[in-house]
Nanobody
Framework: QVQLVESGGGLVQAGGSLRLSCAASGRTFSRYAMTWFRQAPGKEREFVAEISWSGGSTYYGDSVKGRFTISSDNAKNTVYLQMSSLKPEDTAVYYC?????????????????WGQGTQVTVSS
């Protein structure tokens, strides 16, 4: 069974840092892009960051550029999202997802697997 399991969420003060983890299992993800999305209450899902499993390419949403860093550790089958300079507007449920690299990343249906999400709350 393929699983993506997020962890590391919690409560942090504005300006603080937090690292999220996405543990992948059940298949080889070498030909997948690993992506972080987030969704705040009453708001649409938002793209946060993406990395190829090889780590050769990374992409970030405009709202997090310069503050968040995505990385991967293939030996641990884990993708990370290091979040710094956190703002209250970063408060959301953060989801890990995976799509084949031949897809465009433009559509949610391209993502084959999703984690259960982890809550991040940034207080002011």
């Amino acid at each position: 069974q393929v699983q993506l399991v997020e962890s590391g969420g919690g409560l942090v003060q504005a300006g603080g840092s937090l690292r999220l983890s996405c543990a992948a299992s059940g298949r080889t993800f070498s030909r997948y892009a690993m992506t972080w999305f987030r969704q705040a209450p009453g708001k649409e899902r938002e793209f946060v960051a993406e990395i190829s499993w090889s780590g050769g390419s990374t992409y970030y949403g405009d709202s997090v550029k310069g503050r968040f860093t995505i990385s991967s550790d293939n030996a641990k089958n884990t993708v990370y999202l290091q979040m710094s300079s956190l703002k209250p507007e970063d408060t959301a449920v953060y989801y890990c997802a995976a799509r084949p690299t031949y897809t465009s990343g433009s559509y949610y249906y391209e993502y084959d697997y999703w984690g259960q999400g982890t809550q991040v709350t940034v207080s002011s």
